[in-house]
C-alpha cells in the first residue's frame, strides 16, 4: 500500500499563491506518476496536473501558465505551485500516485484550497 499526506492548502485571496506538497509513503516503489487533482462543491474530479518520474509533466487547460507541478523523486514527494490563484480555483485537491505496473492507484486524503477576497 501506498499512503499519500498533502500539505499546504488554505485560504489565499485572489491572484495570490499557495505551494502544495504530497508525500508518499510505504510501498513507494515503482510509482511512475504523482500529481494533483481536485473537486470544487457540486463537481466532478478532474485533472490538474501530473508528473512522471521521468519529468514530463502534463496539465488541465485551466493550470497552464498558472500553476507548476514538480516532483523529488529521491522523497517521494510531489508538488504545486499555484500563482495567480482565482476564485474558481477553490476546491479540496487531492494527491495521486500511479503505478503503471497493474494500473494501481493511490489518493490523498485532500486538502482544501479556497479563494477569496
Known amino acids: 500500500q501506498v499512503q499519500l499526506v498533502e500539505s499546504g492548502g488554505g485560504l489565499v485571496q485572489p491572484g495570490g499563491s499557495l505551494r502544495l506538497s504530497c508525500a508518499a509513503s510505504?510501498?513507494?516503489?515503482?510509482?511512475?506518476?504523482m500529481g494533483w487533482y481536485r473537486q470544487a462543491p457540486g463537481k466532478e474530479r478532474e485533472l490538474v496536473a501530473t508528473?512522471?518520474?521521468?519529468?514530463?509533466?502534463h496539465y488541465a487547460e485551466s493550470a497552464k501558465g498558472r500553476f507548476t507541478v514538480s516532483r523529488d523523486n529521491a522523497k517521494n514527494t510531489v508538488f504545486l505551485q499555484m500563482n495567480i490563484l482565482k476564485p474558481e480555483d477553490t476546491a479540496v485537491y487531492f494527491c495521486?500516485?500511479?503505478?503503471?505496473?497493474?494500473?494501481?492507484?493511490?489518493w490523498g486524503q485532500g486538502t482544501q484550497v479556497t479563494v477569496s477576497s
Open positions: 495521486y500516485a500511479l503505478k503503471w505496473v497493474g494500473a494501481i492507484d493511490y
Open positions: 510505504g510501498s513507494t516503489a515503482n510509482i511512475n506518476v
Open positions: 508528473i512522471t518520474t521521468g519529468g514530463n509533466a
